[in-house]
């Protein structure tokens, strides 16, 4: 009796798939070049552009806000559909604008050139820190570069340690990775360390942060490394 089946399933049909992979190798080649549009004139003016990416309830828009009061922010927030998130931002104060992806499919991301425009918008608040927050998913975001300077993935401690060895990708392209509600981990029974090493197995640069809303020194320790990414796009910039 065989307890575990492995199968990789191959399409069928060549010319159909040889038509996908060219259609496709032309999105990602097209959002690759508004991307390094979008990331050169923020490295011109000095601002931080971070992609938080993560799923759905990860705590995305509590890490956000919670980060505002230590720069000056503007956000855009992308979501399939409605602006419950944008809307609390504005009733901070913090400069947002939605992009709903319904428009373009109820796609499962953002992408360059949708976005483009709107980062140019936001500019002139004359942001320190602009924060993307994505469409909530561990997977498509991968393949989309927006022009950031770093992209952050934040992971719940509800969401287990398994997920990096299953979707990959979005790990292997982090510059950072934060386990959310980590004040969480005894009640949920998560070993900690067990996802960090799963985190390091796809990518041994990434720095990991323990994070918490309720842990003011956890918020701290996120800020000072942005603040120091910061300091670091300044000198680029004076170059």
Same mark, same amino acid.
């Given at each position: 009796m065989r307890n575990f089946v492995f199968e990789h399933l191959h399409?069928?049909?060549?010319?159909?798939?040889?038509?996908?992979?060219?259609v496709g190798k032309n999105i990602l080649d097209a959002n690759e070049k508004v991307a390094r549009e979008v990331h050169e004139l923020y490295t011109k003016r000095g601002v931080l552009l971070v992609n938080v990416v993560g799923s759905p309830g990860s705590g995305k828009t509590s890490f956000i806000k919670s980060l505002t009061?230590? !720069?000056?922010?503007?956000?855009? #927030?992308?979501?399939?559909?409605? @602006? /419950?998130?944008?809307?609390?931002?504005?009733?901070?104060?913090?400069?947002?604008?939605?992009?709903?992806?319904?428009?373009?499919?109820?796609?499962?991301?953002?992408?360059?050139?949708?976005?483009?425009d709107k980062l140019e918008l936001l500019l002139e608040y004359e942001p320190e820190v602009v924060f993307?927050?994505?469409?909530?998913?561990?997977?498509?975001?991968?393949? !989309?570069?927006?022009?950031?300077? #770093?992209?952050?993935?934040?992971? @719940? /401690?509800?969401?287990?340690?398994?997920k990096p060895m299953k979707y990959p990708p979005i790990f292997h392209t982090a510059t950072a990775v934060a386990?959310?509600?980590?004040?969480?981990?005894?009640?949920?029974e998560l070993d900690v360390r067990e996802f960090e090493q799963n985190v390091l197995h796809i990518n041994p640069n990434v720095r990991i942060f323990n994070f918490s809303i309720k842990v003011p020194s956890t918020v701290e320790e996120v800020a000072h490394y942005l603040n120091d990414k910061r300091q670091e796009l300044a000198k680029e910039k004076s170059k």
């Amino acid at each position: 009796m065989r307890n575990f089946v492995f199968e990789h399933l191959h399409g069928h049909g060549a010319p159909q798939e040889k038509r996908r992979i060219e259609v496709g190798k032309n999105i990602l080649d097209a959002n690759e070049k508004v991307a390094r549009e979008v990331h050169e004139l923020y490295t011109k003016r000095g601002v931080l552009l971070v992609n938080v990416v993560g799923s759905p309830g990860s705590g995305k828009t509590s890490f956000i806000k919670s980060l505002t009061p230590h !720069f000056k922010v503007a956000v855009l #927030e992308g979501d399939i559909a409605s @602006s /419950v998130d944008a809307k609390q931002f504005a009733r901070m104060g913090v400069p947002v604008i939605q992009v709903n992806t319904d428009i373009y499919g109820s796609a499962c991301h953002l992408e360059a050139p949708w976005v483009r425009d709107k980062l140019e918008l936001l500019l002139e608040y004359e942001p320190e820190v602009v924060f993307i927050e994505n469409v909530g998913n561990l997977v498509c975001p991968s393949d !989309f570069n927006l022009g950031e300077h #770093e992209r952050l993935v934040l992971y @719940s /401690v509800p969401e287990g340690p398994d997920k990096p060895m299953k979707y990959p990708p979005i790990f292997h392209t982090a510059t950072a990775v934060a386990i959310t509600k980590v004040d969480l981990a005894p009640v949920m029974e998560l070993d900690v360390r067990e996802f960090e090493q799963n985190v390091l197995h796809i990518n041994p640069n990434v720095r990991i942060f323990n994070f918490s809303i309720k842990v003011p020194s956890t918020v701290e320790e996120v800020a000072h490394y942005l603040n120091d990414k910061r300091q670091e796009l300044a000198k680029e910039k004076s170059k």
